[in-house]
């Protein structure tokens, strides 16, 4: 639950990087200021790999610019290399040692690469520097450093330190909350979901909290209501849905228990295997099929994520595995029309001719008017060439009619000349 608010409390970097973009040393060389402008449009279009390349160029010539260091850092960190990020701010700190926004970033740089003890010595510097005017983000990270620590009265020391400092800070509410919450102290976390809500009317989130409070509460039907303000305010997060399953549960809801769990662990596999995509396009195959199956895992009725699964499986070479994969889900989802389909390719491959042919009729059967089916049935009549050629003829037009593909009517016109020559 804390892992969620602390995506929220994410430092962005590129502001801070635009408070020091004016920040040079030297004398004035245009071309250096015109790598710094491309620099600092390639950030703006979060171009990580070129606004790095820029600003290393930029120190190589002028190692005493304290907002081309800073671009190297907050580009490497962007990239997830915390541990090269690392060196860069620590330069620009030693330029500027007096400026506390920079000890700031060097500090967020180090949490983000799990070094708290840094990271807290860090901030703590920079607080000392501005102790009035420290950003809210600083004692949230601070809050969290110490959570993983386990000193939890140190924790609430800082988030209320925040609140003070930042009293319309909506995310530092939800840390107390939630830490208080974690305490059993449900009179007062139930208090700082509340003023988030006055700050912040629609928040889902803090709709949550308030939510989690009736639960332990044992107040089962009030914590229902409240879940479901959070869901309509934020349709796509699981953990509402699960919140929600147990609280109706709870209350007797079996049947609206059951679907709350069962959208709880759709959403759930939906982004696991939206982060599949994110490593496909990086080509981490291995990561790509471990995150697929994690999808399935959660939900084996999610077919999306099976497709993905088998036909990552198919371009490897399992076809084993890509069969067993779509079998398994097919034994649930008993009127899944692509499935049929796709596992008739997949045994198709195998040379299991007759069962291929099963399941491709099948997929016909559920999806009359879909191309691909046909034509994958009409290619397995015309490669066995028995006497089935008539019946591929049929199916390699219907295939054409239905989706004028030029491969359905290349396939129709060789099943014609094979006809021709008989």
């Given at each position: 639950?804390?892992?969620?608010?602390?995506h929220l409390?994410?430092?962005?970097?590129?502001s801070?990087?635009?408070?020091?973009?004016?920040?040079?040393?030297?004398?004035?060389?245009?071309?250096?200021?015109?790598?710094?402008?491309?620099?600092?449009?390639?950030?703006?279009?979060?171009?990580?790999?070129?606004s790095l390349?820029?600003?290393?160029?930029?120190?190589?010539?002028?190692?005493e610019?304290v907002?081309?260091?800073i671009?190297?850092?907050?580009?490497?960190?962007?990239?997830?290399?915390?541990?090269?990020?690392?060196?860069?701010?620590e330069?620009?700190?030693?330029?500027?040692?007096?400026d506390?926004?920079?000890?700031?970033?060097?500090?967020?740089?180090?949490?983000?690469?799990?070094?708290?003890?840094?990271a807290?010595?860090?901030?703590q510097?920079?607080?000392k520097?501005?102790p009035?005017?420290?950003?809210?983000?600083?004692?949230?990270?601070?809050g969290?450093?110490?959570?993983?620590?386990?000193?939890?009265?140190?924790a609430?020391?800082?988030?209320?330190?925040?609140?003070?400092?930042?009293?319309?800070?909506?995310v530092?509410?939800?840390?107390?909350?939630l830490?208080?919450?974690?305490?059993n102290?449900?009179d007062?976390?139930?208090?700082?979901?509340?003023?988030?809500?006055?700050?912040?009317?629609?928040?889902?989130?803090?709709?949550?909290?308030?939510?989690?409070?009736?639960f332990?509460?044992?107040?089962?039907?009030q914590?229902?209501?409240?879940?479901?303000?959070?869901?309509?305010?934020?349709?796509?997060?699981s953990?509402?849905?699960?919140?929600?399953?147990?609280?109706?549960?709870?209350t007797?809801?079996?049947?609206e228990?059951?679907?709350?769990?069962?959208?709880?662990?759709?959403?759930?596999?939906?982004?696991?295997?939206?982060?599949a995509?994110?490593?496909?396009?990086?080509?981490?195959?291995?990561?790509?099929?471990?995150?697929l199956?994690?999808a399935?895992?959660?939900?084996?009725?999610?077919?999306?994520?099976?497709?993905?699964?088998?036909y990552?499986?198919?371009?490897?070479?399992?076809?084993?595995?890509?069969?067993?994969?779509?079998?398994a889900?097919?034994?649930?989802?008993?009127?899944?029309?692509p499935?049929?389909?796709?596992?008739g390719d997949?045994?198709?491959?195998?040379?299991?001719?007759?069962?291929a042919?099963e399941?491709l009729?099948?997929?016909?059967?559920?999806?009359?008017?879909?191309?691909p089916?046909?034509?994958?049935l009409?290619?397995?009549?015309?490669?066995?060439?028995e006497t089935?050629?008539?019946?591929?003829e049929?199916?390699?037009?219907?295939?054409?009619?239905?989706?004028?593909q030029?491969?359905?009517?290349?396939?129709?016109?060789?099943?014609?000349?094979?006809?021709d020559?008989?």
């Amino acid at each position: 639950m804390f892992n969620s608010v602390q995506h929220l409390t994410r430092f962005t970097f590129f502001s801070l990087w635009l408070v020091f973009c004016m920040v040079q040393t030297g004398g004035p060389q245009i071309d250096l200021q015109h790598l710094l402008d491309q620099a600092q449009i390639a950030l703006q279009q979060e171009n990580w790999e070129q606004s790095l390349s820029l600003y290393r160029r930029v120190v190589e010539s002028d190692s005493e610019s304290v907002s081309a260091w800073i671009g190297v850092g907050v580009s490497l960190s962007h990239l997830e290399r915390n541990s090269e990020a690392i060196a860069p701010l620590e330069r620009a700190v030693e330029l500027v040692p007096e400026d506390a926004r920079i000890q700031g970033v060097l500090a967020r740089t180090y949490f983000k690469n799990r070094q708290y003890d840094q990271a807290d010595e860090w901030y703590q510097k920079a607080i000392k520097l501005h102790p009035t005017s420290a950003p809210v983000s600083w004692y949230l990270d601070l809050g969290l450093i110490e959570m993983h620590r386990g000193h939890f009265e140190q924790a609430r020391r800082y988030y209320i330190v925040a609140v003070q400092l930042h009293p319309k800070s909506v995310v530092a509410y939800q840390n107390l909350g939630l830490l208080l919450l974690n305490q059993n102290r449900f009179d007062e976390a139930d208090a700082c979901f509340y003023t988030a809500l006055t700050v912040e009317p629609d928040i889902g989130s803090a709709l949550f909290g308030r939510g989690e409070v009736a639960f332990k509460r044992g107040d089962h039907r009030q914590a229902v209501d409240f879940y479901r303000q959070a869901i309509q305010q934020e349709p796509t997060v699981s953990e509402y849905y699960y919140a929600l399953a147990q609280a109706l549960l709870r209350t007797g809801k079996i049947a609206e228990g059951k679907a709350s769990l069962a959208q709880a662990k759709r959403l759930k596999a939906k982004l696991l295997r939206q982060e599949a995509h994110q490593a496909a396009s990086k080509k981490k195959w291995p990561q790509v099929a471990l995150v697929l199956r994690q999808a399935i895992e959660r939900d084996p009725t999610y077919v999306d994520a099976v497709e993905d699964l088998a036909y990552l499986q198919v371009q490897q070479g399992e076809l084993a595995e890509a069969e067993s994969t779509l079998s398994a889900t097919l034994r649930l989802v008993t009127d899944w029309a692509p499935g049929y389909w796709q596992r008739g390719d997949v045994r198709y491959q195998q040379k299991k001719y007759e069962q291929a042919g099963e399941d491709l009729r099948r997929a016909i059967e559920l999806a009359p008017s879909a191309a691909p089916p046909r034509f994958s049935l009409a290619q397995l009549l015309f490669d066995q060439q028995e006497t089935s050629l008539p019946e591929a003829e049929n199916l390699a037009q219907s295939a054409y009619q239905l989706d004028p593909q030029p491969k359905y009517n290349e396939l129709l016109q060789k099943i014609r000349k094979a006809l021709d020559h008989r």
